[in-house]
C-alpha cells in the first residue's frame, strides 16, 4: 500500500475503499473483505447509514487502530460548531462498537 504524508505528519493511504450505496447488512462483511486483502482507508458517511458495519468489521478484523485510516462525513443538517460536534460524536459511537 503507498501512503502519503499529511501536513500534520499523518500517513494517509492513497487508497481506500468506499461503502458508498452498501446496504448496512453487507456493510461488515464488504469491509472485513477489504480489510482482509489490504485496504487501510475505509471512507464513510452519516447518510450512508453504514458506520457500525465498518465498526464491526474493523473491530473483528484484529487491526490496530493507528494502522487504520477511517474517513466519515456528518449530515449536512448538522452543520454549525455544536451540531457537528454532537454528529462527530454520534459517528465515533458508531464506528467504534464493541
Known amino acids: 500500500m503507498e501512503y502519503i504524508k499529511l501536513y500534520n505528519g499523518v500517513q494517509m493511504p492513497i487508497l481506500g475503499y468506499g461503502v ?3 446496504n448496512p447488512e453487507e456493510c461488515e462483511r ?3 473483505d477489504a480489510l482482509s ?3 487501510r482507508l475505509i471512507d464513510t458517511a452519516q447518510a450512508y ?3 457500525e458495519g465498518v465498526g464491526n ?3 473483528k478484523s484484529g487491526i490496530k487502530r493507528e494502522d ?4 466519515t ?6 452543520a454549525g460548531e455544536e451540531q457537528a ?3 462527530i460524536d454520534e459517528s465515533l459511537r458508531k464506528l467504534q462498537t464493541e
Request: proline fraction near 0%.
Open 68 to 71: 487504520l485510516f477511517l474517513v
Open 57 to 59: 468489521a474493523w473491530h
Open 30 to 32: 464488504c469491509v472485513s
Open 73 to 78: 462525513k456528518v449530515w449536512i443538517s448538522n
Open 49 to 51: 447509514q453504514n458506520e
Open 37 to 39: 486483502v489490504g485496504y
Open 20 to 22: 458508498f450505496l452498501v
Open 85 to 87: 460536534a454532537k454528529s
